[in-house]
């Protein structure tokens, strides 16, 4: 069975920069597309960034490009997104999803982390 689990959120200040982790166990990963997605209560899931099998393709929402960078280490079966000049609209709950093909809607994925918080104080 399938397991993704997120580390690393926290509370931040404005401008501060933190780096998330997404570790997968049970199966190797290797040549799935991995994505974070982020939501807030009340609100619709949300796409952050999208990084293909061997980390040559990745796409950003408008909202977190430049800022935001999605990596992966496929020998460690784990997907980063270290996120800079975080601004208090990042505070959400961060999700990291896995499946074989990229995507950025949310249905297109089938495995999924149980979520890490961010919050982004003024």
């Known amino acids: 069975q399938v397991q993704l689990v997120e580390s690393g959120g926290g509370l931040v200040q404005a401008g501060g920069s933190l780096r998330l982790s997404c570790a997968a166990s049970?199966?190797?990963?290797?040549?799935?597309?991995k994505a974070w997605f982020r939501q807030v209560p009340g609100k619709e899931r949300e796409f952050v960034a999208v990084?293909?099998?061997?980390?040559?393709?990745?796409v950003y929402a408008d909202s977190v490009k430049g800022r935001f960078t999605i990596s992966r280490d496929n020998a460690k079966n784990t997907v980063y997104l270290q996120m800079n000049s975080l601004k208090p609209e990042d505070t959400a709950v961060y999700y990291c999803?896995?499946?074989?093909?990229?995507?950025?809607?949310?249905?297109?994925?089938?495995?999924w982390g149980q979520g890490t918080q961010v919050t982004v104080s003024s």
């Open positions: 990084i293909n099998w061997s980390g040559g393709r990745t």
């Open positions: 999803a896995a499946d074989l093909t990229i995507a950025t809607n949310s249905g297109a994925f089938h495995y």
């Open positions: 049970g199966q190797t990963l290797s040549s799935y597309a």
